[in-house]
């Protein structure tokens, strides 16, 4: 690839990382539009607000469909024309499987602490009582599903497509992709609340090295899909809990145990099995 052409896709990569930043200004928008002081009202807004979500934010998603397909019959036939079907044949399907267990693994080995944690404080229960298995709820479908595609489609998928199509530039991949995905996550933040914060970049920074390092690795984007939806379902520990929290000496020695044994065994799944 030389450079006028790796400098093409790296505008391209700019252009989707602006118009998903632009999808959340007007989402913005819409939700003060339908913002209400009555309950009624605003519980059903709130329903709203999530579909105009999901529709303005697959905007970029389905454009980077398109990308991604027209880059797929350019890589194997030189054409622009390729059918579905043809496209279908290129994806190893043993490959996707194996990631999707991996997943699932990753997510288990590294939340092993909090689980046994939510499991003692009774959030657990409530975490699941929630979901309400019998009632469809937009806001666990946004979180699970909808902003964990969005993201790796655009942040790792169209990213790695476009300065690292045979998984020879691994490192540059990574740094690209993590740094492009905190300045966006971060100025999405700035809008929702008005200013920066150093957390939220640390955070997104963390959460997009570790999500472009299991790309690489298992080369399949429904891994890191998944691995997103997990961590978004699971959410953030609580540490403050876990210092603070009512519990006797041999609990929280326990606790902390898991805590240090599963994060021990992630990593060590992640350097010499991954």
């Not at 006028?4 to 990382?17: C, D, F, P, R, V």
């Amino acid at each position: 690839m030389d450079l006028i052409q790796l400098s093409s896709m790296i505008l391209n990569t700019l252009l989707y990382a602006t118009l998903y930043v632009m999808s959340k200004y007007i989402y913005r928008i819409q939700k003060q539009k339908l913002s209400t002081n009555d309950k009624q009202l605003a519980k059903a807004f709130r329903y709203q607000r999530r579909k105009i979500k999901i529709i303005i934010m697959g905007l970029p998603t389905l454009l980077c469909f398109a990308q991604n397909y027209y880059n797929l019959c350019l890589r194997y036939t030189q054409t622009e024309k390729l059918n579905i079907f043809e496209c279908l044949k290129q994806f190893d399907t043993e490959k996707i499987g194996m990631g999707i267990l991996t997943s699932f693994y990753m997510t288990l080995l590294l939340y092993i602490g909090p689980v046994y944690q939510e499991f003692w404080n009774g959030n657990l229960r409530e975490k699941f009582g929630k979901i309400k298995f019998n009632k469809f709820r937009w806001d666990y479908f946004t979180k699970i599903v909808i902003t964990p595609l969005i993201d790796e489609i655009i942040f790792r998928e169209l990213v790695n497509n476009a300065v690292n199509v045979r998984y020879q530039n691994n490192i540059e991949f990574i740094i690209y992709s993590t740094f492009l995905y905190s300045l966006t996550k971060s100025l999405s933040y700035q809008l929702k609340n008005g200013q920066l914060s150093r957390y939220e970049f640390l955070k997104t920074f963390v959460l997009g090295l570790y999500l472009s390092f299991v790309l690489v690795q298992t080369k399949t984007i429904a891994t890191v899909i998944i691995n997103h939806g997990l961590m978004n379902f699971m959410g953030r520990p609580n540490f403050l809990d876990l210092v603070k929290g009512k519990y006797s000496n041999e609990q929280r020695q326990k606790m902390i145990q898991f805590y240090v044994l599963g994060f021990v065994a992630f990593l060590i799944f992640c350097v010499l099995v991954l």
